[in-house]
């Protein structure tokens, strides 16, 4: 957003979408819609609600103006008799795209008005904003919701030059009975009294909260230790609103390391990445995201200690763009875990249940290496005492395997050592079990 735009705020009720009050204010002003509790919500699990097209970018054309019919740009429909709806691109006389590359122009051949009629629930808040500029002096414009074929109800009226955009936004609760909205901009006034010419609308968003989900993989599933691996964080908003001031965070397991500065951003990541290396938490701040895009990151890491099924902890922050009034909160999941071998052994075999082992022998079970404390056949390396896994690697405790003092295990996610040995002894129940990590 420009300096010089300005910024104007509807706030409507809550029961039946009436305008209360309409404010312009210069961007110096910080925009609020409520007031700015900085409030940190869970995401929404209403349906989600949202414009289609919101932008005019679809359909794209190569000359600087066209006239379509309505059934040719997606989403949007006219009140004009002709049935045109005409869109302008970046090349037109005086005038850059807010959002894009592409506008609508309202008055096409006349003083009529573009809508969209969409699915709604009931009792569901949505937001809205639309950037609003005249053509060749100051047009306006109003801002409408209601059902469709009844009454409309003024959300607030439009009035700019042909200098900079305005941006004019609220939130509106569909009332009780509403199941389809008609979300409207209709044309009233243009600078030189011309019915086809002026009230240039772009940006325009109508819907539910932006939601963000964040899945993370790994490039590989194994590696050993000092071994490089790429963590891969997917975001994609799958909510109604524009996603914007995403700071994200991941929590590295003790496991891994980061190097600061390696991310790999490819545009997509913007503001100051930090790297907190006693906590091991990387933050950095996402681009904006529209309905529907995605961001992919890959974060270089390395293995540091051995290790089983390790996975980052990923969050996010973020507001709907323009409304600094609540902040959301995203949980990710993994899509894979990933696990850290110790060096490869010299002189190691696979397992086999016919062959006899002698102390020092070492096989590979379960992508794991057991050295033998003595003769052997057939004692399943990962159930038996006689087998020792190698270089402090922390297993899975088995209810059938002895361990001896000092020997760790792996129970419920938490690490356990034996003070003495033990067989068949939960650890979480047992004293003979040390609670280490």
């Given at each position: 957003?420009?300096?010089?735009?300005?910024?104007?705020?509807?706030?409507?009720?809550?029961?039946?979408?009436?305008?209360?009050?309409?404010?312009?204010?210069?961007?110096?002003?910080p925009i609020n819609v409520l007031a700015q509790t900085n409030t940190v919500s869970s995401q929404a699990n209403s349906k989600v609600i949202a414009l289609e097209n919101g932008n005019f970018e679809n359909p794209k054309f190569n000359t600087n103006h066209v006239g379509l019919d309505q059934k040719a740009v997606p989403g949007w429909n006219t009140t004009a008799s002709d049935g045109r709806i005409e869109l302008q691109r970046n090349?037109?006389?005086?005038?850059?795209?807010?959002?894009?590359?592409?506008?609508?122009?309202?008055?096409?051949?006349?003083?009529?008005?573009?809508?969209?009629?969409?699915?709604?629930?009931?009792?569901?808040?949505?937001?809205?904003?639309?950037?609003?500029?005249?053509?060749?002096?100051?047009?306006?414009?109003?801002?409408?919701?209601?059902?469709?074929?009844?009454?409309?109800?003024?959300?607030?009226?439009?009035?700019?030059?042909?200098?900079?955009?305005?941006?004019?936004?609220?939130?509106?609760?569909?009332?009780?009975?509403?199941?389809?909205?008609?979300?409207?901009?209709?044309?009233?006034?243009?600078?030189?009294?011309?019915?086809?010419?002026?009230?240039?609308?772009?940006?325009?968003?109508?819907?539910?909260?932006?939601?963000?989900?964040?899945?993370?993989?790994?490039?590989?599933?194994?590696?050993?230790?000092?071994?490089?691996?790429?963590?891969?964080?997917?975001?994609?908003?799958?909510?109604?609103?524009?996603?914007?001031?995403?700071?994200?965070?991941?929590?590295?397991?003790?496991?891994?390391?980061?190097?600061?500065?390696?991310?790999?951003?490819?545009?997509?990541?913007?503001?100051?990445?930090?790297?907190?290396?006693?906590?091991?938490?990387?933050?950095?701040?996402?681009?904006?995201?529209?309905?529907?895009?995605?961001?992919?990151?890959?974060?270089?890491?390395?293995?540091?200690?051995?290790?089983?099924?390790?996975?980052?902890?990923?969050?996010?922050?973020?507001?709907?763009?323009?409304?600094?009034?609540?902040?959301?909160?995203?949980?990710?999941?993994?899509?894979?875990?990933?696990?850290?071998?110790?060096?490869?052994?010299?002189?190691?075999?696979?397992?086999?249940?016919?062959?006899?082992?002698?102390?020092?022998?070492?096989?590979?079970?379960?992508?794991?290496?057991?050295?033998?404390?003595?003769?052997?056949?057939?004692?399943?390396?990962?159930?038996?005492?006689?087998?020792?896994?190698?270089?402090?690697?922390?297993?899975?405790?088995?209810?059938?395997?002895?361990?001896?003092?000092?020997?760790?295990?792996?129970?419920?996610?938490?690490?356990?050592?034996?003070?003495?040995?033990?067989?068949?002894?939960?650890?979480?129940?047992?004293?003979?079990?040390?609670?280490?990590?």
């Amino acid at each position: 957003m420009k300096n010089n735009t300005k910024i104007k705020i509807a706030l409507v009720t809550a029961s039946a979408g009436l305008l209360l009050s309409s404010t312009g204010i210069g961007t110096s002003t910080p925009i609020n819609v409520l007031a700015q509790t900085n409030t940190v919500s869970s995401q929404a699990n209403s349906k989600v609600i949202a414009l289609e097209n919101g932008n005019f970018e679809n359909p794209k054309f190569n000359t600087n103006h066209v006239g379509l019919d309505q059934k040719a740009v997606p989403g949007w429909n006219t009140t004009a008799s002709d049935g045109r709806i005409e869109l302008q691109r970046n090349g037109f006389p005086g005038t850059k795209a807010f959002s894009g590359t592409q506008w609508a122009e309202l008055n096409a051949n006349s003083n009529a008005a573009l809508y969209q009629d969409i699915a709604t629930t009931p009792g569901v808040k949505v937001r809205w904003q639309v950037a609003h500029k005249g053509r060749i002096g100051t047009d306006k414009a109003v801002v409408e919701f209601g059902a469709p074929n009844g009454k409309m109800v003024q959300q607030s009226e439009m009035k700019d030059g042909k200098w900079s955009w305005g941006v004019y936004k609220g939130e509106y609760i569909i009332p009780e009975g509403q199941t389809t909205t008609r979300f409207q901009f209709r044309a009233v006034s243009t600078a030189n009294g011309n019915i086809s010419v002026g009230n240039y609308l772009d940006d325009i968003q109508f819907g539910t909260q932006s939601i963000l989900q964040l899945t993370g993989s790994f490039s590989i599933n194994s590696i050993e230790v000092n071994q490089d691996v790429d963590y891969n964080l997917h975001i994609v908003n799958v909510g109604g609103m524009t996603a914007a001031k995403n700071q994200i965070t991941i929590k590295l397991p003790s496991h891994l390391t980061y190097t600061p500065g390696t991310i790999d951003t490819e545009n997509i990541v913007t503001g100051t990445q930090k790297y907190n290396p006693s906590t091991q938490e990387l933050t950095f701040e996402v681009k904006t995201l529209n309905r529907d895009a995605t961001a992919d990151i890959k974060i270089p890491l390395k293995g540091a200690s051995v290790a089983s099924s390790v996975t980052p902890n990923i969050s996010a922050t973020y507001n709907d763009q323009n409304f600094d009034d609540d902040t959301y909160l995203a949980t990710g999941t993994n899509e894979d875990s990933l696990t850290i071998t110790p060096g490869t052994p010299a002189n190691w075999s696979d397992w086999s249940p016919t062959k006899i082992y002698v102390a020092g022998d070492i096989v590979k079970y379960n992508n794991k290496y057991y050295t033998a404390k003595w003769w052997t056949l057939g004692d399943n390396p990962n159930e038996s005492a006689v087998w020792q896994i190698m270089n402090e690697w922390i297993e899975e405790w088995h209810p059938l395997k002895g361990y001896n003092g000092g020997e760790k295990v792996l129970y419920e996610g938490k690490i356990y050592q034996a003070k003495w040995w033990v067989q068949g002894e939960q650890p979480s129940k047992s004293t003979i079990w040390l609670l280490v990590q």
